[in-house]
């Protein structure tokens, strides 16, 4: 029955994210997955990945190009990476703080039976649409919310001075001034202080 329900399951969660992909520009679905384009290349995507263990799914994503990591690649920290790829920014959800994705502690979504799989797609589609898709949009090109980001969960990116740092000189400093000031002072960001400062000190 396992079988049969992920099929159900993913039969319907493609239909969702089409919707998902339709309402952003250079975002395409397919089978669990959404993959963003920037400048006719893919740059990032967003996937469920099914956990047979526990027959579950979990959200991932990563930004391995754009404007802000073609940016970042121009640099080399005195330090290690905070993360396992060549990634700008990854995340899986059962590592986040705020358990958006799934339920629990585990960050994770029981694979769900036929009679509620539309309920769990509805909630899947809305988590993308408010918060997923805008981070990783954010996370390509500088906006608004990328350096508060960044604070919210440094871990997340590779290196996250030098993320803000091209972030604001893309995008320029504005009222990101304060964020930028926060940045100074998180132990999350400033690895290295004669390096990691300097690159923010001198874009504010």
């Not at 994770?108 to 509805?122: M, Q």
């Not at 090109?141 to 604070?151: A, E, F, Q, Y």
């Not at 030098?162 to 320029?172: D, L, Y």
Request: aromatic residues 10%.
């Amino acid at each position: 029955m396992s079988s049969e329900n992920r099929l159900h399951f993913e039969s319907e969660l493609l239909k969702v994210l089409k919707i998902v992909a339709s309402q952003f520009d250079g975002v395409v679905a397919s089978k669990n997955k959404l993959k963003f384009k920037f400048n006719k290349k893919y740059v990032a995507e967003i996937f469920l990945d099914h956990l047979a263990r526990i027959d579950s799914y979990v959200l991932c994503g990563m930004v391995y190009g754009g404007e802000i990591h073609e940016c970042a690649l121009s640099f080399a920290p005195p330090y290690k990476s905070n993360l396992f790829n060549e990634s700008s920014f990854s995340f899986i959800s059962s590592g986040e703080n705020n358990k958006r994705f799934g339920d629990g502690l585990s960050g994770a979504i029981k694979t769900p039976l036929p009679d509620v799989a539309g309920e769990v797609c509805a909630h899947i589609r809305s988590v993308l649409e408010e918060f997923y898709v805008p981070k990783i949009l954010a996370c390509i090109k500088p906006g608004s919310r990328t350096i508060n980001d960044v604070l919210s969960a440094p871990d997340q990116y590779a290196y996250p001075a030098v993320f803000i740092h091209c972030a604001a000189k893309i995008g320029g400093v504005g009222e990101a001034i304060g964020l930028i000031n926060n940045a100074v002072t998180s132990k999350q960001i400033i690895k290295d202080k004669s390096y990691d400062i300097q690159l923010l000190v001198g874009i504010s």
